[in-house]
């Protein structure tokens, strides 16, 4: 049980420093990630999808929509609510007649009262949009909309000892409710705290010594703390206009020194859509190993990136505001230094992850992620090969919505092929020892891509080697299927992400 006390005393509005960013969320631009579990009663599409951009311009709406796994759609309506609920009310139908969905993608442009466009703007997770199909007229799937940019932000905590680590921490503020109160969302991780109770957890005003808000007897579990209250709107919007002129404090006894204080920072945040370990067909070993990049300023500053790391497991939607990650860490990035971390199931949260999903990385610093996907055969002598993934902001986190990841499927049966692996492809590095990128056209690719070509010419195969920019090639091979050939060089990207079963998880996309 958390008890808390909220002081009366706020800060009047503080005049922001040159070096403190404001946390800047947008009014005019919000997505939507629509699930068949969206649905009332849950009747919607099982394997349906649809990404919803809603871009607000004076009076005008503009929606764009890419869907996934649907077909023959019908409509795209705006409603109030909440999804999954019946007494939802319709607000806005964009399509008709002559404009709907075409090829799975939809652009629509209608005038709304302003009146709406300011409810919208000030709670937007009260409205929600649903496609509908010929399967489902009361609706395929259903998602609420969320700001594009989140109001974050994160803290470093220091290190409990000098053998520990430092921890860190992501606060995250909700839309106004209309009630005058907002809700802070909080997840604090810290090695060292354990498990137990601290005394209080609070907000300062940085350098103030008397709390804004106290939350006692708060939990710890495994070194962290998870939770949420309401704060005042007006609070709210001091913080979000200069996060750096605030602190977090902990006070307990399980604490090395009785208390600590960290200043907030506004936060960035990168998304890997999928990582983690899978076994997949005919022996197939699915790995993640994950990169991480201080993009700090050359010549001007030394500092580490300290970095906040949560996980998402696959079968979980992510999409409220207070959704908890099941795995976090902390990651401290030197400057203008890279992490790489092997194997990020047995890297990372202590090994304690298992299976695919997404990741979401969140610093006050500027840094730069990416994954590589591969199959790893070192056991059996031949190596790893596989694909890059690069780490994606929110805005085309939510663009490409949900990515496909690695299942237990044959990779040509997602591509409506039969079970014959000589129907196949498969990604191979061009440096064998991983330590030197090559570029498609040099020496060693060539004689690995003469080698490839050779040895299945001799059993009749017919052959398509893409060069993809990353240091892989892929190659797809095919028994006389020269028809395919087109289709797939136009379209290898999308051959190089869709293998598999549908998405681990969607990006955590309203935290």
């Known amino acids: 049980?958390?008890?808390?006390?909220?002081?009366?005393?706020?800060?009047?509005?503080?005049?922001?420093?040159?070096?403190?960013?404001?946390?800047?969320?947008?009014?005019?631009?919000?997505?939507?990630?629509?699930?068949?579990?969206?649905?009332?009663?849950?009747?919607?599409?099982?394997?349906?999808?649809?990404?919803?951009?809603?871009?607000?311009?004076?009076?005008?709406?503009?929606?764009?929509?890419?869907?996934?796994?649907?077909?023959?759609?019908?409509?795209?309506?705006?409603?109030?609510?909440?999804?999954?609920?019946?007494?939802?009310?319709l607000?806005?139908?964009?399509?008709?007649?002559?404009?709907?969905?075409?090829?799975?993608?939809?652009?629509?442009?209608?005038?709304?009262?302003?009146?709406l466009i300011s409810q919208i703007q000030a709670n937007p997770s009260n409205y929600f949009f649903v496609v509908t199909t010929p399967d489902f007229p009361n609706g395929a799937v259903a998602g609420a909309l969320v700001p594009t940019r989140?109001?974050?932000?994160?803290?470093?905590?220091?290190?409990?000892?000098?053998?520990?680590?430092?921890?860190?921490?992501?606060?995250?503020?909700?839309?106004?409710?209309?009630?005058?109160n907002v809700t802070l969302n909080y997840d604090i991780f810290l090695n060292g705290l354990g498990n137990g109770t601290i005394t209080s957890l609070q907000l300062l005003q940085a350098g103030g010594i008397t709390p804004l808000l106290t939350l006692n007897n708060v939990t710890v579990v495994n070194n962290r703390i998870v939770g949420s209250t309401q704060i005042p709107a007006s609070l709210a919007q001091q913080i979000l206009a200069s996060p750096c002129s605030f602190s977090l404090g902990l006070n307990g006894a399980i604490l090395t020194n009785g208390s600590l204080?960290?200043?907030?920072?506004?936060?960035?945040?990168?998304?890997?859509?999928?990582?983690?370990?899978?076994?997949?067909?005919?022996?197939?070993?699915?790995?993640?190993?994950?990169?991480?990049?201080?993009?700090?300023?050359?010549?001007?500053?030394?500092?580490?990136?300290?970095?906040f790391v949560q996980f998402f497991p696959t079968g979980t939607t992510n999409s409220s505001a207070s959704v908890t990650a099941q795995s976090v860490t902390a990651l401290s990035i030197p400057a203008r230094g890279t992490t790489t971390l092997r194997d990020v199931t047995s890297s990372l949260f202590n090994g304690s992850i298992s299976g695919i999903g997404a990741m979401r990385i969140l610093s006050g610093?500027?840094?730069?992620?990416?994954?590589?996907?591969?199959?790893?055969?070192?056991?059996?002598?031949?190596?790893?090969?596989?694909?890059?993934?690069?780490?994606?902001?929110?805005?085309?986190?939510?663009?490409?919505?949900?990515?496909?990841?690695?299942?237990?499927?044959?990779?040509?049966?997602?591509?409506?092929r039969t079970g014959d692996p000589r129907h196949a492809w498969r990604c191979h590095r061009h440096s064998d020892d991983h330590s030197r990128p090559l570029d498609a056209h040099s020496g060693a690719a060539r004689r690995r891509e003469w080698h490839i070509q050779r040895n299945h010419r001799r059993h009749g195969h017919e052959l398509s080697v893409l060069p993809l920019g990353q240091p892989d090639l892929c190659v797809?091979?095919?028994?006389?299927?020269?028809?395919?050939?087109?289709?797939?060089?136009?379209?290898?990207?999308?051959?190089?992400?869709?293998?598999?079963?549908?998405?681990?998880?969607?990006?955590?996309l309203g935290s």
């Open 1 to 89: 049980m958390i008890a808390f006390a909220l002081l009366i005393g706020i800060p009047a509005a503080m005049a922001q420093s040159a070096a403190c960013t404001a946390v800047t969320p947008s009014n005019s631009a919000f997505n939507a990630t629509l699930l068949g579990s969206g649905i009332s009663g849950a009747s919607g599409s099982p394997n349906g999808f649809v990404n919803v951009n809603l871009s607000l311009n004076g009076n005008q709406a503009t929606v764009t929509a890419s869907s996934l796994g649907l077909s023959n759609i019908t409509g795209i309506s705006l409603f109030q609510g909440q999804p999954g609920t019946s007494n939802a009310m």
């Open 91 to 115: 607000i806005q139908t964009f399509s008709n007649i002559s404009n709907n969905f075409v090829n799975g993608q939809f652009t629509g442009t209608m005038t709304l009262s302003s009146a």
């Open 150 to 180: 989140q109001q974050l932000i994160t803290g470093v905590l220091p290190a409990q000892s000098s053998t520990s680590s430092s921890g860190a921490f992501l606060l995250s503020i909700g839309p106004t409710n209309g009630t005058g």
């Open 261 to 307: 204080i960290a200043p907030l920072a506004a936060s960035n945040e990168v998304f890997l859509a999928v990582v983690g370990s899978a076994q997949g067909a005919n022996g197939s070993n699915f790995k993640t190993d994950v990169s991480i990049f201080n993009n700090s300023a050359l010549g001007v500053t030394t500092s580490s990136a300290n970095t």
């Open 365 to 416: 610093s500027s840094v730069f992620a990416n994954a590589r996907v591969y199959n790893d055969q070192t056991a059996s002598g031949r190596g790893t090969f596989g694909q890059f993934e690069p780490g994606m902001t929110r805005s085309q986190a939510m663009q490409q919505g949900v990515l496909v990841g690695v299942g237990n499927v044959t990779a040509n049966a997602s591509l409506g």
């Open 476 to 508: 797809r091979v095919d028994r006389r299927q020269r028809q395919r050939r087109r289709e797939l060089r136009n379209s290898v990207r999308a051959v190089i992400l869709c293998v598999g079963r549908p998405a681990p998880a969607a990006p955590p």
